[in-house]
């Protein structure tokens, strides 16, 4: 089939290459004349772990071209998938839908032929009634175009994966043809066995928010239970493990930490509150709320903590911090957990230097005021107190033996609860992390479990600077 792929960021560049791959002819369109030129010369303009091999096969098979021209688009598909930003508006929760519009705006006078136009952005429930009407005031005599639903979900550094395997696939669509039309689309992954579920287009664009709002529930969920356990002197692994056997609950999304970030799951919760609220029912979801305040709570809470480690101050001291991410096998750090607790600790006056495996581009580029190291140990010289932030797989393979020869006090703040703690506490170092007392006794035989309950937060935490509740910043 021609298909047309139109925005060519993370969702668009990936939806665009795989198409290709499975057999369509694609052409990829975007505004951007420099993400055009790279994507057609096989590279791809960020990180994505097997992105770039299948942009190359297939530009250099000629079933992959880009360009930035909305005519080219309209004289050369048959359908038009829309895979633009749907961000946060600036002046509120809700999503900013200007880049869909825009896209309906150009592509749709230029249409000489029946076309189906299907959107795969994140949008509030509504969108493909609001968008049809848009569509047919626009389209010339005689020209008819459809619009269907297709949410993407994909997860960063997985995302090649996601699109050629996925778990299911949705549609959301109004007419038979529309349905024909995207079976034949997604055909080789229909006689893998992927599941397909065909529905109306306002159930398609819930599906999406619906998951998002749930895996952020989750997160929350189990970081609220870890600030019980610091409370308590519980260890949340273990909670979380244990609730993981039950089949009802399962042990993914279940990690206690520094929360969630990136360019989907916070902006969609959002947006699906404000959404809630014009349909006058947002009292049903308004304890996504909490789940947002949740997650903004452990990023001060990991600053309370590294400050409660450092003796009560972060002026004067050195911190070294693993990962700028948000999260693992990415270079995006759009509202990433840890460059806003990194933010935090360099404003009140700590020397910072950072590591990332990818994304030290970016974070430079987003953060001012820390040193950006390309080498972990030279990160970690002379650090007062080491802050592990992304659960990068290379920081997990760090000898704690070699990194405590650099630091200047080996102190660590595992804030993903994802390096074992016992070892590195056999190399000498004082590890904390969220949820997690700072040492658990062992008994000996016949002895009760004694656990002295460790105070791991000083008085920043129990009587925090009032906060915005989304935002985190000072009221």
Known sequence: MRLTVIGTGYLGAVHAACMADIGHDVLGVDTDTRKIEALAAGRAPFFEPGLPEILTRNTEDGRLRFTSSLQEAADFGDLHFVCVGTPQRPDSLAADLRHVEAVVDGLVPLLTRDSLIVGKSTVPVGTTRALSRRVAARLRPGVDAEVAWNPEFLREGYAVQDTLRPDRLVVGVTSPRADQLLRAVYDSMLR????????????????????????ATKISFIN???????ASGADVVTLADALGHDVRIGRRFLSAGLGFGGGCLPKDIRAFLARAEELQV???????????????????????LARHLLGGAFAGRRVAVLGATFKPDSDDVRDSPALAVTAEIVAEGADVSVHDPEGLDNARAALSGPTYCTDVMEACRDADVVLHLTEWRRYRELDPVKLAEVVRAPRLLDARNALDPAAWRVAGWH?????????????????ALRVTIPQAFGPDCTAPTPRDPLSGAPK
């Open 192 to 215: 893998a066995g992927v599941a397909y579920v065909s529905t109306d287009p306002a159930t398609a664009e819930l599906v999406k928010v619906a998951a998002n709002s749930f895996l």
């Open 224 to 230: 609220a239970m870890a600030e019980v356990c610091d």
């Open 282 to 304: 947002g009292e049903a979801v308004s304890f996504l709320r909490q789940v947002d305040r949740i997650n903004h709570r452990q990023r001060r809470r990991t600053v309370d």
């Open 431 to 447: 590890v904390r992390a969220l949820g997690r007392p700072a040492h658990v006794p062992q008994p000996g035989p016949g002895d």
